[in-house]
């Protein structure tokens, strides 16, 4: 058997599983992941990448990379909304079911973007490689074990049988919603369980462009067929997404589609009998709402759909999945490095946790709306999707903010607050024009402005004492970055002399409204409290 040492084992190779082990090598943490299939995605599951993913990768070091796979210009396809017809021939009688927001110039230095699962998988899975993670198809996991010291995990090849022993410090289960991961451990979920059941059928029909009449949107319901059908071709290239919905209390089960009953569901949706239609593959799945009790368990991590799930309505999967990563992996790094204090990883659970209960409830508001058995109590729950996407807030001890607050705003909020994202300005170095969101990636960041000479003074201090990566940048007049957009101290809702701190994953984790008599006393304690040195 062949035994393996890695400080960090992954098991899934999804789009989570790949962006935890890409953050985690860009952060310098190697890991071993384990997918049981052979490869990446074949279909384009999963195309609509919203603005903060898309900031993720490119603080990774990836965005021009994952901007590349777009297919033209993907945008209209978002402002076109959700729309519904009776059948798809009648498009010129379509009803706007929903316009989310979903970016904006003075929100995100990125837009939303479609691109398939099966082509973003593999730029993922290439540059996890380049930068050293052990990345292994065809493998799956069969036991795993804890202890004070590390995890113990046991792998087979599917295809030969070999066995691996690995230890690593720490594991994470991206391993979707059967996750082995998390049934080993013994983590139950809570939620309104199944929702209902739906096939994906991907096709191709030439004639169906020119029944549309080239009209852009996220989603395109008809009802025709008697229920719901969403068709979807954000990924901007076949072949097209149609997800009919079936009932099992009815005794009807995935294998009554057959490719004949789904060219005629296809062709009864588009109102054209004769049109034709090739199925290129039919995957059954459930849409369901439910949350696992907590995100870690010792020194095993849940992350994406192995610890929540919920309908695709909002598109909010993927992505959520993604942020998961994205959070867990610099905290990883942080304790693997040393720097980071042991309640930093337990901050994992009380942020991710919380938004995924968030957006598994806002998923399931925006599926009855669609499907038209909402009630007003539901419509008014409903929030918009940057705020899920993007305007979401953390409360945590690494947070110095009250606990109490409600994860959603009504309205979109990114204005310096501790536990949001820091707010986007554009700035302009020497002629290089660039976002505060670029400032944040593998340091913690203080930003003052030209009066904050005793902020700058007080966070190197602190930082060096705890052994903390941090970098101050003076905004503004005295400083090298000049913002070119607005004033970047209203957007961060402070004053002159005031000051902000910002964490590794560009989450304001402190502010100062303007200058203190003392700022090492306030100073010292946030960046502790940050960095998971304080409770």
């Given at each position: 058997?062949?035994?393996?040492?890695?400080?960090?084992?992954?098991?899934?190779?999804g789009?989570?599983?790949?962006?935890?082990?890409?953050?985690?090598?860009?952060?310098?943490?190697?890991?071993?992941?384990?997918?049981?299939r052979?490869?990446?995605?074949?279909?384009?599951?999963?195309?609509?990448?919203?603005?903060?993913t898309?900031?993720?990768?490119?603080?990774?070091?990836?965005?021009?990379?994952?901007?590349?796979?777009?297919?033209?210009?993907?945008?209209?396809?978002?402002?076109?909304?959700?729309?519904?017809?009776?059948?798809?021939?009648?498009?010129?009688?379509?009803?706007?079911?929903?316009?989310?927001?979903?970016?904006?110039?003075?929100?995100?230095?990125?837009?939303?973007?479609?691109?398939?699962?099966?082509?973003?998988e593999?730029?993922?899975?290439?540059?996890?490689?380049?930068?050293?993670?052990?990345?292994?198809?065809?493998?799956?996991?069969?036991?795993?074990?804890?202890?004070?010291?590390?995890?113990?995990?046991?792998?087979?090849?599917?295809?030969?049988?070999?066995?691996?022993?690995?230890?690593?410090d720490?594991?994470?289960?991206?391993?979707?919603?059967?996750?082995?991961?998390?049934?080993?451990?013994?983590?139950?979920?809570?939620?309104?369980?199944?929702?209902?059941?739906?096939?994906?059928?991907?096709?191709?029909?030439?004639?169906?462009?020119?029944?549309?009449?080239?009209?852009?949107?996220?989603?395109?319901?008809?009802?025709?067929?008697?229920?719901?059908?969403g068709?979807?071709?954000?990924?901007?290239?076949?072949p097209?997404?149609?997800?009919?919905?079936?009932?099992?209390?009815?005794?009807?089960?995935?294998?009554?589609?057959?490719?004949?009953?789904?060219?005629?569901?296809?062709?009864?949706?588009?109102?054209?009998?004769?049109?034709?239609?090739?199925?290129?593959?039919?995957i059954?799945?459930?849409?369901?709402?439910?949350v696992?009790?907590?995100?870690?368990?010792?020194?095993?991590?849940?992350?994406?759909?192995?610890?929540?799930?919920?309908?695709?309505?909002?598109?909010?999967?993927?992505?959520?999945?993604?942020?998961?990563?994205?959070?867990?992996?610099?905290?990883?790094?942080?304790?693997?490095?040393?720097?980071?204090?042991?309640?930093?990883?337990?901050?994992?659970?009380?942020e991710?946790?919380?938004?995924?209960?968030?957006?598994?409830?806002q998923?399931?508001?925006?599926?009855?709306?669609?499907?038209?058995?909402?009630?007003?109590?539901?419509k008014?729950?409903?929030?918009?999707?940057?705020?899920v996407?993007?305007?979401?807030?953390?409360?945590?001890?690494?947070?110095?903010?009250?606990?109490?607050?409600?994860?959603?705003?009504?309205?979109?909020?990114?204005?310096?607050?501790?536990?949001?994202?820091?707010?986007?300005?554009?700035?302009?170095?020497?002629?290089?024009?660039?976002?505060?969101?670029?400032?944040?990636?593998?340091?913690?960041?203080?930003?003052?402005?030209?009066?904050?000479?005793?902020?700058?003074?007080?966070?190197?201090?602190?930082?060096?004492?705890?052994?903390?990566?941090?970098?101050?940048?003076?905004?503004?007049?005295?400083?090298?970055l000049?913002?070119?957009d607005?004033?970047?101290?209203?957007?961060?809702?402070?004053?002159?002399?005031?000051?902000?701190?910002v964490?590794?994953?560009?989450?304001?984790?402190?502010?100062?409204?303007?200058?203190?008599?003392?700022?090492?006393?306030?100073?010292?304690?946030?960046?502790?409290?940050?960095?998971?040195?304080?409770?």
């Open positions: 058997m062949e035994d393996v040492r890695i400080p960090v084992l992954i098991v899934g190779g789009p989570v599983g790949l962006s935890t082990a890409l953050f985690c090598a860009r952060h310098g943490v190697a890991t071993m992941l384990l997918e049981k052979d490869g990446t995605s074949t279909l384009p599951r999963a195309p609509g990448m919203q603005a903060r898309l900031e993720m990768f490119r603080a990774a070091g990836l965005g021009g990379d994952i901007r590349a796979l777009e297919i033209g210009d993907s945008h209209p396809y978002f402002e076109g909304g959700i729309i519904q017809v009776e059948t798809f021939s009648r498009i010129d009688e379509a009803v706007l079911l929903e316009a989310p927001s979903l970016d904006g110039p003075t929100v995100s230095p990125e837009r939303v973007m479609g691109c398939g699962q099966d082509r973003y593999r730029v993922l899975a290439a540059k996890a490689r380049e930068l050293g993670s052990d990345i292994r198809f065809g493998t799956r996991l069969l036991e795993l074990a804890q202890d004070d010291e590390g995890v113990t995990a046991v792998a087979e090849d599917v295809t030969t049988g070999e066995r691996i022993r690995i230890r690593a720490y594991l994470v289960g991206a391993d979707g919603a059967g996750s082995t991961v998390r049934r080993l451990l013994g983590v139950e979920r809570q939620g309104r369980g199944t929702v209902f059941n739906a096939l994906s059928i991907y096709f191709r029909a030439p004639e169906l462009e020119e029944l549309l009449k080239d009209r852009k949107f996220i989603l395109c319901y008809a009802s025709a067929p008697g229920t719901l059908m068709l979807s071709r954000l990924h901007g290239c076949n097209w997404l149609a997800a009919p919905i079936y009932f099992p209390e009815k005794g009807e089960k995935p294998e009554d589609f057959t490719d004949e009953r789904c060219v005629d569901i296809v062709r009864t949706a588009a109102g054209k009998a004769d049109m034709a239609v090739e199925v290129v593959a039919k059954p799945w459930e849409g369901a709402q439910l696992a009790e907590t995100f870690r368990r010792g020194r095993v991590f849940l992350a994406g759909d192995a610890a929540h799930v919920h309908p695709p309505a909002g598109g909010f999967g993927a992505n959520t999945g993604i942020h998961d990563a994205h959070n867990l992996a610099w905290k990883l790094a942080a304790v693997l490095a040393g720097w980071g204090g042991g309640a930093l990883l337990d901050t994992y659970h009380a991710r946790h919380a938004v995924g209960s968030a957006m598994a409830a998923a399931l508001v925006r599926n009855r709306i669609r499907h038209g058995y909402a009630t007003e109590e539901d008014a729950a409903m929030v918009d999707d940057i705020i996407t993007l305007g979401y807030r953390y409360s945590s001890t690494a947070v110095s903010a009250p606990a109490d607050r409600p994860v959603l705003t009504p309205e979109l909020r990114l204005e310096g607050e501790p536990g949001t994202r820091a707010p986007h300005v554009w700035l302009d170095r020497d002629g290089e024009r660039l976002s505060t969101i670029d400032l944040f990636w593998d340091h913690y960041v203080l930003l003052t402005d030209a009066a904050g000479t005793a902020w700058r003074e007080a966070a190197a201090k602190a930082a060096e004492g705890l052994g903390i990566p941090l970098r101050t940048h003076v905004l503004g007049e005295g400083g090298g000049r913002p070119v607005r004033d970047w101290r209203q957007a961060y809702g402070i004053g002159p002399g005031g000051a902000v701190l964490r590794p994953d560009a989450i304001v984790a402190w502010r100062s409204a303007g200058p203190v008599t003392d700022a090492a006393d306030p100073l010292d304690a946030a960046i502790a409290r940050a960095a998971g040195h304080l409770g």
